[in-house]
């Protein structure tokens, strides 16, 4: 059985839940690069998805194909995943580190109003041997404080994610954290998978509520004593009790699969999948 067929086999049919009323939307960098950019936009309504989410580039010849491409194709993107913040944190000890962060995410407030996107995912802060946890906090927290104006007057929510970075591990601290800048233009950009090693999905879900923006969606499992991200439906996360969180929570936002890229049938299929977690089943 190849692994396609694998992932059809496994997704059973829709329960009786009402849909969300949630974009379906899909990571750039999951289209096939062997295709132009029309035809990867174009090949992502194809499949079902909405919106897509793309990184921030620096180069504003590409900036510029890419607003065309989706224009022309009439796929909105919805948000920019800035790519400064892990090479670069704004946590850093070193001005010069956190000087190059800072410029990335103007290059990615730039693209987002550029795209006609409404958020700009951050991750703040990395904590490691060099910086501690309280210095992650305080370091990040004062620069993020110091975009809060250019995010104003362009429009863009800055969107902080939990990643596997060592901060905020826990849904009350993300709360604090989003809630410590006191701004409508700081909001949490949720990633469902990456809470399972310390959590679970629906209670951060609840805890965050009309604070998270925009989703990211992928599965995780701890089998075989081999923890991985693995295809959606197909880990440990209690899909059903996600759709009630996020119904419970009001959401109308986006959310977009992050997963490996794949061929059309690939993507059809991870589209289905979707539909089913929207669907509740």
């Known amino acids: 059985m190849t692994a396609l067929a694998a992932m059809a086999a496994a997704a059973p049919g829709v329960g009786g839940a009402s849909r969300l009323p949630i974009r379906k939307a899909v990571l750039n960098s999951m289209l096939p690069r ?18 897509m989410e793309c990184q921030a580039v620096d180069d504003p010849h590409e900036a510029d194909a890419i607003a ?16 400064a913040h892990w090479k670069y ?3 850093s000890a070193d001005p010069r580190v956190v000087e190059i962060s800072r410029k990335g995410m103007e290059t990615s407030l730039r693209n987002a109003k550029q795209w006609g996107a409404e958020t700009v995912l951050l991750v703040p802060a990395v904590v490691n041997a060099e ?21 104003e007057e362009l429009g863009i929510v800055i969107a902080v994610e939990n990643v596997w970075n060592k901060f905020l591990l826990s849904p009350i601290e993300f709360r604090d954290y989003v ?19 310390t959590g679970f999905p629906q209670d951060w879900i609840r805890t965050l509520g009309s604070r998270i923006v925009k989703l990211h969606v992928k599965d995780f499992t701890f089998a075989e004593r081999n923890a991985r991200f693995v ?30 890229g794949g061929d059309e049938a690939y993507l059809r299929e991870v589209s289905r999948r979707v539909d089913l977690i929207l669907n509740g089943a």
């Open 68 to 83: 065309n491409a989706a224009s022309k194709v009439g796929l909105r993107i919805h948000s920019v995943m800035n790519m």
């Open 231 to 260: 295809p959606l439906r197909e880990g440990e996360i209690d899909w059903p009790a996600v759709h009630k969180a996020l119904s419970d929570i009001g959401f109308k936002g986006s959310a977009t699969v992050e997963l490996p």
């Open 34 to 51: 062997t295709m132009n950019l029309p035809e990867r936009f174009r090949l992502a309504l194809d499949c079902g998805f909405e919106e």
């Open 179 to 197: 809630d410590s800048f006191r701004s409508r233009w700081v909001r949490a950009y949720f990633d469902i998978g990456n809470v399972v090693l």
């Open 131 to 151: 910086t501690g946890y309280r210095d992650a906090w305080t370091r990040s927290q004062r620069e993020v404080t110091k975009m809060i104006p250019l995010a």
């Open 89 to 91: 944190p704004l946590s």
